[in-house]
């Protein structure tokens, strides 16, 4: 039940004078001896001209006026559900449709004393659907939500099974937190495939392996056959015998065709277990035509090259060569597709090789002379030989690719490096990455930044000695994340070929999990490069099994992409046409949407975990069977409504109601005074 009423912010005195004022003025207007009228009508015309002048006098010293509301809000039963595939995919756990059936009575239960809200389900009915679990969001979504309502309980509906983000029971809430166990307890009778391990690119021509984690339940002994398909077609197989809990079982498979590929591994399934869902498991591979091949030059042995060379060849994305004249033999190969130059423009002339992009590092023998005329987009004004002691200063406006900035601050723990003193220019399109600082003090001077003219890309760093950050780092925190990523996205960043491609089709992820919006972006330019719109694009998307479905695109500047909405698991091909100037131009590529695959792995209830998430809120735990006690005890909890108080407050001059009050009563008076023979 809600109720309201108006009232005044003013200072009494004000109200004195417009009384007094009022008054005067009716006093003055109706006090005379002789009227045409009796008494009683002169005071009421009196009373019609005081209210008058009293809401006028109002209205100039424009007062507050205040509106309150009080409102009585109902206390509100949360149900939330844990909507996961756990819950279904167990022969012997909660049977769903009955869980439907008691979720239907409960809120009609409940609703005779609280407002019920179910929260959790993208429809009313539970469908045990979802591909992962997440209590902790659940929960604290729903504080957040109801954080100015009446919240009075959380009724959890779950098998406690968990497999994203934290446990609840970590966490605080401020309202009991009723928990029903969904589930059995009882560890099933079951084979699983944990985890599959294996590199997400493999090369073609090389093999690549596959190790399958087992697990199993009450199988001990006895014998599976575990097998790798592709497209339905056994690649190969192995006769496995159950003699542990769990055991790892290896593959080695070809990459003979390029491209994103999908493998299933799937373990024979026993007439015994409790569910077959969980005895199969995706892997993809994206097999590549070839790695990419990086020349670092240098003219001397130094750590940097060893420290660079350990993290490109921990990706197995690439393969470097090293040439130091007069320690390795000439390479032959002279097209690369990235240049390391350590102690760059020394003056060594190192041979005839191509890279469309090149990193170069300057040391101790690097000439500066030689840097200034080689590069178009940098300078350094130095004096005599002079250098100062650096450390790197991240740039949070760095464009180019993405560093963990968590990890960032990392970096004032690094040793110094030595770096040409002098005054830097840069010119053209360049991005800085790590800004040179001198003790506590951040330059403008660059200490690792970025060349890209469309044609080429350059990246310079103007110290060496980085080895020492990977060592310390190392030291410091067990690993080099920050250091490795550095290396590598720079080398990522240069080695990818410049795009000239009058027209691009992408996908806007490498590849989806099952539930995500797939959205494709195009590009399309003219002669000289400039993006171009209103081009028709046809497009092409192919599943495993051939079915095609076509979309078409007038691409404009506020609409460029495909949006093809959710597609089920698999690896798609995508072919895409569009005509600019009379001139057909064609793109195709491949994604990929993934199966998360998490919810079967763990079928065994965690009602103990249920049990102190309630304990530690104030409410209670039942397991499912005593499903109605449930009900019984939030009912008898006797939750109260509260009551809150709203204001809002508005100068009176804006209330439309008291202009038409004083219109209304000087027509009132002048209509009496009119009638009674006055005018």
């Known amino acids: 039940m809600d109720n309201s009423w108006y009232s005044f912010d003013v200072s009494p005195i004000w109200v004195f004078i417009a009384l007094i004022a009022a008054l005067g003025v009716s006093a003055l207007l109706y006090s005379k001896k002789k009227t045409p009228w009796s008494k009683s009508v002169n005071i009421l015309l009196g009373l019609l ?32 559900v844990d909507n996961s595939e756990s819950l279904d995919l167990r022969k012997s756990g909660t049977d769903v449709s009955a869980l439907n059936s008691w979720l239907t009575q409960t809120k009609l239960a409940l609703e005779n004393n609280y407002q019920v809200v179910v929260e959790g389900l993208a429809k009313d009915t539970i469908t045990a659907t979802d591909k992962t679990t997440n209590l902790s969001k659940l929960l604290k979504g729903i ?88 497209n339905g077609k056994t690649l190969t197989s192995k006769d496995i015998q159950l003699t542990n809990a769990s ?17 299933t591994v799937k373990v024979e399934e026993k007439p015994e277990e409790s569910t077959y869902g969980n005895n199969s498991k995706d892997l993809y591979i994206d097999v590549v035509e070839g790695k990419d091949r990086i020349l670092i030059l240098a003219p001397s042995p130094h750590p940097d090259i060893n420290a660079i060379r350990s993290i490109l060849e921990e990706t197995e994305n690439y393969e470097t060569s090293l040439y130091i004249p ?67 200063s991240y740039n949070s406006k760095f464009t180019k690719f993405k560093i963990d900035q968590d990890r960032t601050e990392r970096l004032s723990s690094y040793p110094p490096i030595s770096s040409p003193f002098g005054e830097y220019t840069l010119a053209g399109p360049t991005e800085i990455l790590l800004y040179q600082q001198v003790g506590s ?24 000695g980085i080895w020492q950050w990977k060592l310390q780092e190392s030291g410091a925190n067990g690993e080099s994340q920050l250091f490795n990523d550095i290396v590598l996205k720079t080398v990522q960043y240069l080695s990818i070929k410049v795009n000239k491609d009058r027209f ?73 046409s569009t005509e600019v100037g009379g001139k057909k131009f064609f793109e195709q590529g491949s994604f990929a949407v993934r199966d998360v695959q998490l919810e079967g792995i763990n079928l065994t209830a965690d009602h103990n975990l249920l049990r102190r998430l309630a304990n530690n809120t104030g409410g209670t735990f039942e397991h499912f069977a005593n499903r109605d006690q449930l009900v019984k005890e939030i009912t008898e909890a006797n939750f109260k409504s509260r009551i809150s108080t709203s204001r809002e407050k508005l100068p009176l001059i804006d209330a439309f109601w008291i202009i ?18 006055a005018y």
């Open 49 to 80: 001209r005081f209210g008058a002048i009293f809401l006028l006098i109002l209205l100039v010293i424009n007062p507050l006026l205040e509106y309150n509301t009080n409102k009585t809000e109902e206390p509100i039963i949360v149900v939330a």
């Open 143 to 230: 504080e957040t939500k109801y954080e100015h309502e009446n919240l009075a309980a959380i009724a959890l509906l779950s098998d406690g099974i968990i497999t994203n983000g934290q446990s609840p029971d970590y966490l605080g809430f401020s309202v009991p937190v009723y928990t029903l166990g969904l589930g059995d307890t009882i560890p099933p009778k079951d084979i699983i495939i944990q985890n599959i391990r294996n590199n997400k690119v493999a090369y073609q021509g090389n093999k690549f392996p596959v190790a399958v984690q087992l697990f199993q339940t009450g199988f001990n002994n006895q014998t599976v056959k575990l097998s790798v398909l592709e």
């Open 247 to 263: 055991q790892e079982v290896d593959f080695l498979l070809n990459a003979n065709t390029a491209g994103l590929r999908r493998f």
């Open 326 to 392: 007069g320690i390795h033999d000439k390479p032959k190969i002279k097209d690369y597709d990235l240049i390391i130059e350590h102690q760059a423009f020394s003056g060594i002339n190192y041979g005839d090789y191509n890279a469309s992009g090149k990193w170069y590092i300057l040391g101790n023998r690097s000439r500066i002379n030689q840097l200034n005329q080689a590069t178009s987009f940098f300078n350094i004004a130095q004096k005599g030989n002079q250098r100062d002691q650096v450390l790197g």
């Open 441 to 464: 003090i951040t330059t403008n001077r660059p200490l690792l930044l970025f060349f890209d003219d469309g044609e080429s890309k350059t990246g310079l760093l103007t110290g060496s």
């Open 504 to 576: 691009v089709v992408k996908p806007r992820e490498a590849s989806y999990q099952i539930g995500d919006q797939i959205i494709l972006d195009t590009e399309v330019y003219n002669e000289i490069f400039e993006r171009t719109y209103g081009n028709a694009i046809d497009l092409t998307i192919t599943d495993q099994d051939g079915s095609m479905n076509t979309y078409q695109l007038v691409d404009n500047e506020a609409n460029n992409s495909f949006k093809i909405g959710v597609l089920e698991p698999g690896v798609y091909t995508y072919k895409a």
């Open 660 to 677: 038409l009050l004083i219109a209304g009563l000087l027509t009132a008076e002048w209509f009496l005074r009119k009638y009674l023979g």
